[in-house]
């Protein structure tokens, strides 16, 4: 086994499995609060108007949540969940990302063409940087370098350098790119195209597409088969990928770019979370109203939790008091 897997492995055993799970519900204008280890919702908080992307700042003390309707990321206090502040994102916000120096917030604004960069101290807008028709996917890099936005009718994938917040070079992808992932050791991108029902596996280095995946469920009809949300294990050889109306997550092998498991969820899935000791995946299912909790080991669904109407995004807590975030790891493979 690679080295870095195993120092990996031993970090994760010793952490604790609390966690909380938010869970933003789009209809119902509204976050949910579930126990991530009993699948107990909790309680339900109001919030502004669509809420779609969400996450946690670098320090977890405060969460922040994209109301598409309002045209705001709101600033929540993560212990009372009150909203404490609001920030300048664009219009239509959707989907966002933190760099990992926890200073920058990349927001995708869908209505105008662009991606803007927010400075999380002072609460401004440091730039908009314009990329392609609809952008979507906003992605980081585990080491900073690349942030990369896709756009959905342009489908393209835009690679944004943050030392001067501009694109430097664009992949064409299948059409209608939704999610961009990384892989943690930084040499592949992922990308999931909605319409063509098919993943993109490209070479950071060269940013190049290098492998296709085209997904195929026996008897799923082909139009189903919509992949959006996607998510790197970080034992870099594990891919998880939700399909949206087929109501699977598909199990990809990252090497081999090959399906090892179809899983069946809830209906509608759309994103995708671990849990902090990486044992539980958690999948947001818009159309069934409730959330899956996947057991990673065995690669099962273990439980469904009713959440409210639309659940879409989704951020977990780590209630042991150490960082649960993937990104926030620093991964050196060992040489041959």
């Known amino acids: 086994m690679n080295k870095y897997v195993v120092i990996l492995l031993m970090f994760f055993s010793t952490l604790s499995v609390a966690d909380t799970l938010y869970i933003t519900l789009e209809k119902d204008n509204a976050l949910a609060v579930v126990d991530g280890e009993t699948g107990k919702l909790l309680k339900t908080v109001p919030l502004g108007q669509r809420p779609r992307g ?29 909203v404490v502040g609001h920030l300048p994102s664009g219009d239509d916000p959707e989907l966002f990302k933190i760099h990992p120096n926890g200073l920058w ?4 604004n869908e209505d105008d063409n662009k991606v803007t960069v927010i400075d999380l101290q002072k609460k401004i807008a440091i730039a908009e940087i314009a990329v392609g028709v ?15 936005n896709t756009s959905e009718t342009t489908n393209m994938v835009h690679w944004i350098d943050p030392q001067d917040q501009l694109v430097k070079d664009n992949t064409l992808v299948d059409p209608r ?9 930084g040499q592949w ?17 060269n940013k190049q597409v290098s492998a296709k995946l085209h997904f195929k469920i026996a008897g799923v009809d082909d139009e189903l088969i919509q992949p959006v949300g996607v ?5 870099n050889e594990l891919l998880f990928v939700a ?34 000791d990486m044992k539980r995946l958690y999948t947001t299912n818009g159309v069934s109203n409730d959330i899956s909790i996947i057991d990673v080991d065995k690669l099962k669904v273990t439980k469904s939790v009713r959440v409210g109407h639309y659940p ?16 926030s790891l620093r991964l050196e493979p060992s040489k041959p």
């Open 231 to 235: 998510l790197a294990h970080p034992n």
């Open 105 to 108: 917030l990349y927001v995708s």
């Open 54 to 82: 969400i996450a946690f700042s670098k320090d977890q003390t405060h969460l922040y949540v994209a109301a598409s309707d309002d045209d705001t990321i709101q600033i929540l206090d993560a212990t009372t969940l009150k």
């Open 134 to 148: 609809e952008p979507e996917g906003i992605a980081i890099a585990q080491d900073g370098q690349w942030v990369v």
């Open 243 to 276: 399909l949206g109306p087929a109501n699977r997550v598909a199990v990809v092998d990252i090497k081999t770019m090959t399906v090892k498991k179809y899983l069946l969820v809830g209906q509608r899935v759309w994103n995708l979370a671990f849990s902090p």
């Open 312 to 327: 879409w995004g989704i951020a977990v807590k780590d209630e042991s008091g150490e960082s649960s975030s993937a990104s």
């Open 189 to 205: 991108l992922f990308v999931s195209s909605e319409i063509a029902g098919s993943l993109s596996r490209i070479d950071v280095s």
């Open 177 to 185: 790119p939704r999610a961009a992932e990384f892989s943690v050791d």
